[in-house]
């Protein structure tokens, strides 16, 4: 597509990035928040114009696309918008991970 793929973020994935920036907040300076800002910036760009780049993940039809090492964005492609399902933070338990 020539204009990129239009982003649309769950509920879901928008309370976890959230947390994260809250955590981050408390536990790191905001030179770390300004970086995850900018990578999340980045990728979501990535994914715009092609979000086939990244791999898919162990969910059927979801894509996984991990910012920095502590962190992986989950979404899925419906013909030309791409929805962001989950902002997982590799802190916490992998079972409570939620892509639907």
Not at 57 to 84: G, T
Request: hydrophobic share 35%; net charge positive.
């Amino acid at each position: 597509m020539q204009n990129g793929y239009k982003i649309r973020w769950t509920s879901n994935a928008l309370r976890e990035l959230q947390q994260t920036f809250e955590y981050l907040e408390r536990e790191f300076s905001e030179k770390e928040l300004n970086k995850l800002a900018i990578e999340i910036e980045h990728t979501m760009k990535l994914i715009s114009q092609n979000p086939y780049l990244f791999q898919k993940s162990e969910f059927k039809n979801i894509y996984r696309a991990i910012i920095f090492r502590f962190n992986i964005l989950y979404y899925r492609i419906n013909n030309d918008e791409v929805e962001i399902l989950s902002f997982f933070s590799n802190r916490q338990n992998p079972k409570n991970r939620k892509t639907e």
